[in-house]
């Protein structure tokens, strides 16, 4: 990938610090993200991934440190809706509202958000759910889909918004083998649309497949960021070279 | 819409208010040329407002329908008094207990109901006798007379609750103590045909009460009760109007009544409703209902526009009183499920604690009777009863209502609020779009359960007298005596409410079929 210098960023983030309490969940964390770049968060459980991708579209703020969306300096006098509006984000447990069928969860924040008419949201809505590969379970309330299924829902209700920047929260984490293979190949043809994605996971193979650069976290610190044919063949550090070896063994 | 809400008695007292302020312009001239009388100063705005508790014929009761409007010896000579002041006539009615609160709390400018002069009352009210009675215990047909007060030693005895009648017996059984013997056992009861009907059922021997009530309820219970013993009290030989104390007032009134007397006014009110008429002839228009159930007293009842309004005032006071709850405890439900501390959070904790713990008739007497003596503004003629009940079970019913939506509300996944936000929704829509349609569906059973409830709980206004259902029930009995065929009546329209409610429960919970696969998938079937 090009990084061009003449090009600004789509996400920088300098010095950012998160506390839980006396917690540090996210210590000093610096590094860039590419216009169309492929980041994928690599890490044991606690170290921090979530609540750096969260704070991405400040969904959890952070405390100290410095972040900006495609320029714009995001801080606690930002709007947070238009922050949301650039930046999606789909979560582990894919988060539906079932009281929506699959259609409506989608063309909800397009009309509330966006003011989109019911009917501009619809043919956009019924775009991205052709996308994701499920024309057909529109009408269906989350209740009635597989975990799969649901999760696909997910992902076009994020697209609907048309973000810039796709944030991923471990979206297979609760998935069965057969509907990992569905959903990572989702992610894959998205990953060929050019967007901007950061996506905390711990598919191996489909990190190797599209991460353009891995990061990789322990106890709040970025540990270090390479290209994946580095990060899994040669890691640079200890740390790295255990977490490969443990989840090679699984 | 204009229809029903004409019925409410707030928009009656609007209207009278608007009438009264019509009126006000015209009694100048009046004023003028007669002024034959100083007026005393509980006459407000040329308004005598008089407390009554409608149940003790022929002194004061209903006799018609329209349960605002008592009719009887009381309310003629309180007319006769309001004319010789220039004055009209307000009556408001309520339970007995609730008399001398309101007299207290300037609801009213005097008590008439029948009451006895006593040295006690005496103590803080002013009061003007006005008819002479006598104490008499009564008991069922065919029981001996008694030759001494003695004699009902260990015995059951029913009075009316807030009567004198419960202080005097309590001297009689203190000399039955005294001299070794058990005392009588002493009932109470809210009202006075509740009393005498004890004695019909024979679950007591005696009851308690004065001459001029018994004479009316002989004549309408034909020959069933029987004089056991007319004690000589002294102390209890009077019916006598009651005022806060004022001495220039009480002149006033003396003079008024003496006056009244020697006219001849009085007596002709007396023989209008038989006050001291003994025979058991002449007896009601309607004579009391027999032993079987009189299918026709239950469908009068049931139709009569009496108990329409009762009904209905029941129904509106308590939709209002549980919308104006639900409005309330939604915010305070969200504030008390934040993590933050705050002292908003402190004060609200203590205002659900507070109205959690509190009786509800408790609150309904504290408003209506304690709160006017420190906010005046609270006596004035705007703040009706049905005012009064709406603002204490409001308060109430949204201390309870926070429970249920702060367990509703902590019941949707706060993947939810996270999910939404996400995607750019406001706060705004984050709870009107996502988490509320949630947490409805978990309050909507515990929501209809406490409404049901309310719709029951309104029956304990009858002591700040709002004439709902259960109130409007006990005054048509007191003039019928027809228990079974009254209560069943009320019983109807309570049920008919409740199940309309439930039904309703039923169609909404229909659209809820997202939260269940089972329905999910057979209705797409």
């Known amino acids: 990938m090009q990084h061009e210098t003449t090009n600004p960023p789509m996400i920088s983030v300098r010095g950012m610090s998160k506390l839980f309490g006396k917690f540090v969940a996210l210590d000093r964390v610096d590094f860039d993200v590419s216009r169309g770049e492929k980041i994928v968060v690599l890490g044991p459980s606690g170290s921090g991934k979530s609540t750096l991708i969260r704070t991405l579209n400040q969904i959890e703020p952070h405390d100290s440190g410095m972040l900006t969306i495609d320029g714009k300096l995001i801080n606690d006098k930002t709007d947070p809706i238009q922050l949301r509006c650039m930046v999606g984000m789909v979560f582990q447990n894919y988060n539906l509202f079932p009281h929506l069928s699959a259609l409506e969860n989608c063309i909800l924040a397009p009309m509330r958000v966006k003011r989109m008419t019911r009917l501009e949201a619809t043919t956009l809505a019924r775009r991205y759910l052709d996308l994701v590969g499920i024309p057909d379970q529109a009408d269906k309330y989350p209740i009635q889909l597989s975990g799969g299924q649901q999760q696909r829902v997910a992902i076009a209700r994020a697209l609907c918004m048309q973000p810039e920047v796709m944030l991923f929260d471990e979206p297979t984490a609760a998935l069965d083998p057969e509907a990992i293979v569905g959903v990572v190949g989702i992610m894959d043809e998205l990953s060929e649309q050019g967007i901007t994605t950061v996506c905390v996971t711990h598919e191996m193979a489909f990190s190797r497949r599209i991460a353009d650069r891995i990061i990789f976290m322990d106890q709040g610190k970025i540990v270090e960021i390479t290209p994946p044919e580095t990060f899994f063949t040669s890691p640079k550090t200890d740390r790295a070279q255990n977490f490969l070896n443990q989840m090679l063994r699984y | ?525």
């Not at chain 2, 006799?63 to 408001?92: C, M, N, Y």
């Not at chain 2, 949204?398 to 406001?426: C, K, W």
Request: hydrophobic fraction near 45%; glycine fraction near 4%; proline fraction near 5%.
């Open chain 2, 1 to 525: 819409m204009t229809s029903f809400f004409s019925r409410l008695p707030l928009m009656r007292r609007f209207r009278r208010v608007a009438a009264l302020a019509v009126m006000l312009g015209a009694p100048i001239g009046a004023h003028g040329t007669t002024h034959a009388e100083q007026i005393p100063s509980f006459v407000h705005d040329g308004t005598l407002t008089v407390c009554t508790n409608p149940t003790l014929p022929p002194m004061t009761f209903v006799k018609g329908q329209d349960v605002s409007h008592p009719e009887g010896f009381d309310i003629d000579v309180a007319q006769a008094l309001a004319t010789r002041w220039q004055a009209r006539l307000s009556v408001i009615t309520m339970d007995f207990t609730g008399l001398f609160p309101s007299l207290s709390a300037q609801r009213c400018g005097l008590v008439m109901s029948g009451i006895i002069r006593t040295p006690a009352r005496e103590k803080s009210f002013d009061a003007v006798s006005y008819q002479d009675t006598a104490l008499v215990v009564v008991g069922r047909k065919g029981t001996p007379s008694l030759s001494s007060m003695d004699e009902l030693s260990g015995k059951d005895v029913a009075v009316e609750s807030g009567t004198s009648y419960v202080t005097r017996l309590g001297v009689v059984n203190d000399a039955l103590v005294a001299a070794g013997k058990p005392p009588m056992i002493i009932q109470q009861y809210p009202t006075e045909e509740q009393v005498v009907q004890q004695v019909l059922i024979g679950r007591v021997f005696a009851f308690v009460s004065q001459d001029v009530e018994l004479f009316y309820r002989m004549r309408q219970l034909r020959d069933k009760l029987h004089v056991l013993i007319t004690p000589d009290i002294p102390d209890y030989r009077h019916f006598a109007i009651y005022i806060r104390q004022n001495a220039e007032d009480r002149t006033l009134l003396q003079n008024a009544i003496s006056a009244l007397d020697a006219d001849g006014s009085l007596q002709t009110l007396r023989t209008k409703w038989s006050v001291t008429d003994q025979s058991t002839k002449n007896g009601p228009d309607e004579a009391a209902a027999s032993g079987m159930f009189d299918w026709s007293a239950f469908f009068s009842a049931l139709t009569s526009t009496a108990f329409l309004h009762g009904a209905l005032i029941t129904l509106s006071v308590a939709l209002i009183s549980h919308i104006i709850a639900i409005t309330i405890s939604v915010p305070i439900a969200i504030v008390l499920n934040s993590p933050q501390q705050s002292v908003l959070k402190i004060a609200l904790e203590g205002y659900v604690s507070l109205f959690r713990a509190a009786p509800t008739l408790l609150q309904l007497l504290f408003i209506w009777n304690a709160v006017p003596q420190f906010f005046p503004i609270f006596r004035e003629q705007w703040f009706t009863p049905f005012l009064a009940t709406i603002l204490a079970l409001s308060i109430n019913e949204s201390a309870y209502q926070v429970e249920i939506n702060r367990a509703a509300l902590s019941a949707v996944d706060p993947g939810q609020e996270l999910g939404a936000s996400a995607l750019g929704l406001s706060r705004r829509d984050i709870y009107w779009r996502v988490i509320f349609p949630q947490a409805f569906r978990i309050a909507l059973p515990p929501t209809i359960n406490e409404f049901i409830n309310l719709l029951k709980i309104t029956s304990l206004a009858s002591v700040i007298s709002l004439q709902e259902l259960l109130a409007v029930t006990q005054i048509q009995v007191a003039r019928t005596f027809a228990f079974t065929e009254y209560y069943a009546a009320a019983l109807i329209y309570y049920l008919v409410m409740v199940f309309f409610f439930l039904f309703l429960q039923k169609r909404v919970e229909r659209r809820f079929s997202w939260s269940d696969r089972k329905k999910v998938v057979s209705n797409a079937a």
